[in-house]
């Protein structure tokens, strides 16, 4: 049984920084590709970034490119979300998901997390 867990969410002001993380445990996480989408009250879940298996490519919302960071530590079988320059629009439950291949579509995705909160205050 697969499971991610997203922590690192919280309540921060404009302009501030914030890290999310994901651990991932029941299936070998090194040979997948992993994505972070969010959701915001009333809204679609949008995609932010994702990372293929190996760490060689990365991608970004055009909305978040230059201000976060997605990274991986395959020995800890965590992924990462660094959010800086944090803006009020970027307040949405984050989720963590894990598929097969690094894309920007959620139906690509095998698993999800719970989702950990952002509010970003202004």
């Known amino acids: 049984q697969v499971q991610l867990v997203e922590s690192g969410g919280g309540l921060v002001q404009a302009g501030g920084s914030l890290r999310l993380s994901c651990a991932a445990s029941?299936?070998?996480?090194?040979?997948?590709?992993m994505g972070w989408f969010r959701q915001a009250p009333g809204k679609e879940r949008e995609f932010v970034a994702a990372v293929t298996w190996s760490a060689g490519s990365t991608f970004y919302a055009d909305s978040v490119k230059g201000r976060f960071t997605i990274s991986r530590d395959n020995a800890k079988n965590t992924v990462y979300l660094q959010m800086n320059s944090l803006k009020p629009e970027d307040t949405a439950v984050y989720y963590c998901?894990?598929?097969?291949?690094?894309?920007?579509?959620?139906?690509?995705?095998?698993?999800w997390g719970q989702g950990t909160q952002v509010t970003v205050s202004s």
């Open positions: 998901a894990e598929g097969p291949r690094a894309r920007v579509s959620n139906d690509q995705y095998d698993y």
């Open positions: 029941g299936r070998s996480f090194s040979i997948y590709a």
